[in-house]
């Protein structure tokens, strides 16, 4: 890869700067993408925005940026894309600091800005070399999750149409799933979770197989059937379903008939139930009888004390003396009968016991 090192200043990269749905985000005279499709969205907080613009003003360098030098004479960045746009949005009158928007500025204050030397590395190479050194000089600076780097591995139309539905602020996926979702759409934590879930958690697998299709309406499709599938299923909504792997629940279970009101019922029964520590499992036990997701509160270190002494040391089911270190804490009235964790239903078994009776 060829590299050249430049001097730009602030002013020509903000000339006719636009920041759309349908151009997508130029700069430099309509030359420069800011915003390539392999490209994270813009995510700096209020805090690092500004930062970029003191550190302009006050004449203190930026670090260097990359831009690759594409065959018909544009460019875009490879490297530098949430600077360029913090000060590209000031001077485009898109917020204030301290209450004065660029236009609010002297010219002397404005010219300090607009004529603010950017030193930026020119690069020419391949696709591939592109996006190799894109990984490389992306390890400092903000960190990128690991579905924006899938996102610059499987460029391609279906990315391009993905992102519309999961990875913009408040875009349609967010809106419907926001209470049944953990993490951000613009820092591709929704789109990350869809593909999870439709492809059993082999995501490069099916970004590789649909990298060029003309949409991701079969993404969207199964996401909007998972999350409809949820709320007709579980009619009552409560916080701690957000989060959930509600992907696997539906893969496994979409196809079952369930007595709506029934489940409820039990719903409530274990999200009242001291026992249940884990309430988010609770949509998956009613589902799959399996208690491990409910992570059913243990004996105290004093009630297995007080059991094992009570038994003298033997173990209740093969009647064996035992240390109490080689021997677990046991329910004599299983939990799932009604048995509590208290010290009256407490026994101790040795470990080969309890590992028979539990199914280990």
Known sequence: MKIELKEILVKDVARNYVDSAEEGVVGYGGKLNIRPKYQREFVYDEKKRNAVIETIFKGFPLNVMYWVKNEDGTFEVLDGQQRTISFCQYINGDFSIDNK?????TQTEKD??????????????????????????????????NQELRNAVYTGPWLTNAKTFFSKN???????????????????????????????????????????????????????????????????????????????????????????????????????????????????????????????RAFSEQQKISAYEKQQGICANCHKHFKIEEMEADHITPWHAGGRTSAENCQMLCEECNGRKSGK
């Not at 299923?233 to 008939?257: E, H, P, S």
């Not at 029934?262 to 029964?269: T, Y």
């Open 112 to 145: 300090k800005i607009d004529n603010y030397k950017l030193m930026v590395y020119f690069c020419e190479g391949n696709d591939k070399e592109k996006l190799d050194w894109f990984k490389i000089i992306n390890i400092a600076g903000e960190k990128l999750t």
């Open 101 to 105: 928007y660029y236009h609010n500025l």
């Open 170 to 296: 408040n875009c349609v996926a967010y809106r419907l799933a926001k209470d049944y979702m953990s993490g951000s759409p613009i820092r591709q934590e929704y789109l990350e979770t869809a593909l999870n879930w439709i492809n059993d958690g082999n995501i490069e697998e099916y970004m590789s197989i649909h990298q060029h299709d003309p949409n991701a309406n079969e993404l969207w499709t199964y996401f909007r059937n998972v999350i409809e599938w949820v709320k007709l299923t579980f009619t009552t909504y409560r916080k701690v379903m957000k989060g959930v792997n509600w992907g696997l629940l539906y893969n496994q279970f979409y196809q079952n008939t369930y007595d709506t009101n029934k489940l409820e019922e039990e719903i409530i029964k274990l999200m009242i139930d001291d026992d249940v520590t884990n309430k988010k499992g609770i949509y998956f036990y009613v589902l799959t009888r399996n208690e491990k997701y409910l992570n059913i």
